[in-house]
């Protein structure tokens, strides 16, 4: 039996198959280009592990993955996971360009597949931290640990592990480190219990949390953001999250802008657009919409953030477009 707030965090872990199954359905759809090949990888460690994570059995953990991966998944869906996909990719791809050397720092980066994509592009000067829960940080290990193709790309040389049981899965370390990436199970309500070993204090950082915090109290989110404020110097957080920091953390040049902006449904025009007019054209022709006014108003209550701590500066988010700045 699950207590009540086991219970909760079960639900809340459950959003990364939700996650997962957006990003599943919009690259099934052919949104992504270049495709995204990993999605597929951590689905099916979700289908071989789920099972052994606590309070699942095999019929339930089948069941599960059968509806969140077999439901069809509305253009709405499709469309605002690519855009928001897009554009923290244009953010962590500008990042790297302008301080060569970067430390990325991803709060509940569940079956996110950005750092392979970014593994893939830049093999040198990055260190890529992602945090999890627990049983959702085994999960994408053994996806890691079982594919000779990401294991190359984070560079593991661990040998690949068989998990038949709930008691191997509980045995099973939540951690994997290499030189230049970091999975780490850790509940982000206890950072003040976090060993900092494998952060590095000194590095251009930027700090992705891609709807994360919005499933903790205001209290709990002030205080990830302010853990990180007082442990480096050099870093920004670009945050997709209905929610921001201004006032309580003491944010520098913050900027907001909203899916419905990023996706032309604002009607200004601008030299800094995020996504070109021949993307946009492709991606409005892949599933038609019938509602546009519909999505353009669900669209702006999806927010990307962006702010700067410190006397750090990233001159590169000014080259795209923000509503509010
Ligand atoms: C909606 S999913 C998003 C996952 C990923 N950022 C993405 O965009 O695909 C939310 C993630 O936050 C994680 N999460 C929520 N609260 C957390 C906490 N207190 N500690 C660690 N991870 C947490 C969940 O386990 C889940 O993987």
Redesign the pocket.
Known sequence: MLSPSEKRDKI??A??L??LSCRYSTNNKSYFQPADNYINKIIASYQNHLQFCKGYSQLSAGRTLRSVFNEQKLPLINRGTYLRTKVIDLVVEEFIKEFKQVQIISL?????TRCFRVFEKYQENIKYIE???PE?VKIKKLAIENDEELKKLIGDTAEAKEIGTKEEFVQLESELHTAKYHLIG????ELDQLNEDYIDKDTPTLILS???LC??TPKENEDIMSYWKNKLDKRCYLIYEPIFFRDTIGLNNVKLTDTSDIAGYSGSLSNKEWISTTELNRINRLELIDELEEIRLLFKHYCLCYGELHNFHFNGINKYKWMIE
């Open positions: 809340i872990r959003t990364d939700d996650a509940g980066g569940g079956s996110d945090f999890d829960f959702s850790f509940d982000l309500r891609e709807c994360v499933y903790l």
